[in-house]
């Protein structure tokens, strides 16, 4: 499985609402500077997150998005699947034979319980620790 630009984009979109959760709304071209993305691409996805009642719209000058929900309540599978679709590592599963059915499925399971167990929250609070960095070595 393959995730694009959409999923990816929509994930950043997501966990830049889920920072500033409980400050107000916040605007797609605050979203697209900060990441330095498409304000006009990030409208385009932003659209079916709101269709999925993911996101709701504030109107007005200080207007813009905010999550329906608590960041720790939005999964990150919440996002890929409206924007993605289903979570499949490969079609026609069915007509496989059995050794690589269930292989394919166990990869599919082991995927969709990383991005269910993975909350707006726990990617929001994430920081970029030196701690993860790989050792420096001096000569």
Request: no cysteine; net charge negative.
């Amino acid at each position: 499985m393959k995730i694009s630009t959409k999923g990816r984009y929509g994930l950043t979109i997501m966990i830049e609402l889920a920072k500033k959760h409980g400050e107000g709304p916040t605007s797609l071209k605050t979203i697209a500077q900060a990441n330095d993305l498409s304000e006009h691409y990030l409208e385009q996805l932003i659209a079916p997150l709101r269709n999925a009642g993911l996101v709701k719209s504030i109107r007005g000058a200080y207007g813009g998005y905010i999550l329906t929900n608590e960041p720790s309540k939005i999964t990150a599978g919440d996002v890929i699947r409206v924007l993605e679709g289903p979570i499949t590592p490969v079609e026609g599963i069915e007509d496989e034979e059995p050794a690589k059915r269930e292989l394919w499925i166990r990869i599919r399971d082991a995927i969709k319980d990383v991005l269910d167990n993975t909350t707006l929250e726990d990617l929001a609070s994430h920081s970029d620790d030196s701690e993860t960095d790989g050792y420096m070595f001096y000569i």
